[in-house]
């Protein structure tokens, strides 16, 4: 580390004193040293350092990409020739550190289109990447973009970095054209002025314009002008032509809702204070240009007003772009006062997808609201009822919530889960088992598919997942299917298919898709055999996946199934229960081939406006998404843009409070570092209350009430408990035979007290069915030994007996080990007590360690000992190391039972609460 310190610091100084001399000639104020080196690329023999070339080259594609000299200057420039097929072309250039809360800068770019540059997104452009202190992205920022050709420009850019960043990278690059593109003169300067509600928390550089509307989803492109007027409508004349209906009565009802009293419907100018045209692309005057393709739903508003005439114009080549439309023109509206200006619109994602338990018209318009086109309800009775038809009150139902749903440009997507089985608290029974071979339930099942079908749906998903949780069904309940099939995937695969072969007989337009029971990517041994089973299904039945957010996973789970996945993103659950209808804008998954590789993309439901929003914005502006400026816009059209910048502050604040890592290496200086958040939450309070209008403030307050709870737990563990825990070298290895012999464990570490997982706020008690371990090491290896207190000997779960399977679902013990300590990269090892091993590197790749094992079972408990190999962990040790860890023991013989030795809030896999441990000799 110290020498790449030194070696940057060699480069820094190297090129400062070659800039000034290079700029002695300029204003004073551009000698301000840039942290990029060689911006101007006139460094270096053959080719400026601090920059690489394109790394996105496919194989067989011709490019030109090469440093070369002006001919005029003899100044290095970047040129490149993009490559055929509107790929992305870039050069990045090697890190920097940031050490300031905005940055301010120029470049120069001088370009040759050849096609291309005039779509949507295609342009020659520069962007900033930033990355937080583990290496992994934290957002981007474009700092100039051009898509036209012209000769030398300056662009000139400020931007405020995202509060976790702490290095960065510059792309110069090209996207989706052809042409030469040239840089030279690129500056990027520190700015340390900060804002905020504390000094160098900072806050979003947006400043939105009040006159403006508010459009959620952020359009795509969007003009104003700059006359505010007021909508003041006595009479209105609606010219349509090949316009559904629906689309008319929304415009009609917008209209009268919004005060206008006479409306009348005419293919002829007529004279009015308003007149309103919606058509498509085919009947635009040559002298209209749109900025873009309107593609199947996208769209295209324009208001104009002239000599107290106002005329809007709403293209779009289909009904549903033209009911967006509509949607758009309402916001507008509903501001009260507007600007002239036009509006370019189109998804980015075709099929945007809400799953919700919620059949409610209330829903449904607060889908219409986002431009959401789809719906997965959940829940009864396709559930608690798979097994038989409707009855005549579920069809009533179902019927007026599908006339809903047409009504408002939604499609229907009804799950049924084959074998969802559970009790509640009351003993109350709901669904029934699954015997794959039973007749009886797959002719009801087909007849509730069936009802469903008449009733108007025309697509069905058939789920398999969490069966583990609906009464153990991860494996056959009933032995003449165990001997029919073999194996769960098996059964599960033919049983689909049957379903699939018979939809088909009813209808070959119906849309079907399966939830397999693995659909977490956890490139385990056994998901590779059970997709490989499902891979056999009919190749137009799409696999609904929840893991797969970035071009590398969607490959993976292409290579296994054969075809794209429905993505079922579970990530932002964990913000259902906030608080706060406020959040930090949080990070998105952006990668661009998410918008190619996907059939579909659905979110649970999130009743929280600001994430709701800023979900809709990423489905409509997909990679190009900037969740800051998002958050401004929601926030302001949540409570109005006077208080989106002191919103978007406390907001900041509490992300930056509630994150803030207890600092120290030891438990004095945990305890100590504590105390000091303590007060500044306790400070900040005393603001919040005092400076905020208490509705708004008082969530923020709970959160910060709930986050010191959970600080003076945190010190309660720090007093009891030494940190680091110090883990002793071992000059005899322990005999590896499952019989924990004290004497050879009398050199390793203990470690006991294992509590249950905390669910409140109050310190967890201790699990009742107590584990202990012990911890050694050597050069070559890692020893460890559980002992498993077990009073229900006879009911000790442990079916699981091929590696990389479900371990986890068996009385299991699991080990973490964090050797970076960066919280985003570490090992687990689950075992249960017949030996069988479930290991991963999470978050990296399939890891399979060295590991030998013995497990033994005796009265009134369970143990194993083992030795992990330090090669198969890529990594040596030596004393004065230190790792992060944790041990924890899942309990399903009785009573279900989760203990843990660090203290954990809600689950196992929570890094950041790992203890930390030294290696000592």
Known sequence: MNKIVTYFVIIGLFCIVKESSARKNENKSTLKRSIVFNGNFEEGDKK?????????????????CTWMTDSKSGKYIAIAIQAPGGRSLQWSSDPFSLNTASLAGQVRIKTKFTEGGDSINAGCRVIIHFSKADGSYAGNRVLAVTKSTHDWKTFKFSIDIPKNAVSAYIVLGALGCKGQFSFDDLVVFENTKTTGVFAGLGNSSVKLNPNHPIIIPQPVIERYGNIVRKWDFSDAVIQYKNTDKRIVDALKTLLVESGVKNIVYSSAQKKSRLTIKITNRQSLSSKDVLPGELGKQGYFLRITTKDNHTNILLLADSNVGKFYGIQTLKAWILKGNYVDGFIFDKPAFERRGLISGSHSVRRLNWLVEHKWNFIFPLGAPHNSFWFRGLNKNEKKQHKQFIADCNDRFIDVIVQIHPGYYRKDSKG???GKPLNFIDTSLYDGMMEHFKDLYALGVREFCLAWDDMGR?????????????????????????????????????????????IPMTYWLDHSDYEKKYLKEFSKLPKTIDFVNCGAFNEKEMAYHQKLTGRKAIIWDNYFTRFENLKSDFVKPYEIHTDPKLQELTNLYMYPVIDRPMIIDIVTDFLWKGKDLNPELSAQRSISSILGPEFAETIQQVVNTVEALKSSPIQGSTSAERIKSIGILVKKLDKFKVKLQNDIDEKIARPFVEEIIALKMKLKL???????????????????????????NEKEWAAATKFSDFRVIMKKRKFPKLAENQTKVNFGWDKKNLYISFYCKEPNMNKLKYTVKNNDEAVYHDDCIEIFFDTQKKADQYYQITMNSIGTVYDYYINREPWDGKIVR?????????????SIALDSMNTKVKPGDTWNFNFCRERYAGKPEFSSWALLINRFHEPQNFWMLEFVK
């Not at 497990?855 to 000992?865: L, R, Y």
Request: net charge positive.
């Open 714 to 740: 945190y010190k309660k563990e720090f007093q009891n408990r030494a940190l680091p825990s110090k883990i002793q070298f071992m000059k005899t290895p322990p005999k590896i035979d499952g019989i924990i």
């Open 428 to 430: 109350n029974v709901f």
């Open 48 to 64: 400026p350092i601090f920059w690489n070339k394109p790394n996105r080259i496919v194989k067989g594609e011709v490019f030109d």
């Open 854 to 866: 013995k497990p033994h079972k005796g009265k009134g408990f369970w143990s194993v000992e083992m």
């Open 470 to 514: 609906f009464g153990g069904q991860d494996k056959f309940l009933f032995e003449n299917d165990k001997r029919a099939f073999k194996t769960i995937a098996n059964a599960q695969r033919i049983y689909t298919e049957r379903v699939y072969n018979d939809l088909m007989k009813l209808d070959k337009s119906i849309k079907f898709s399966v």
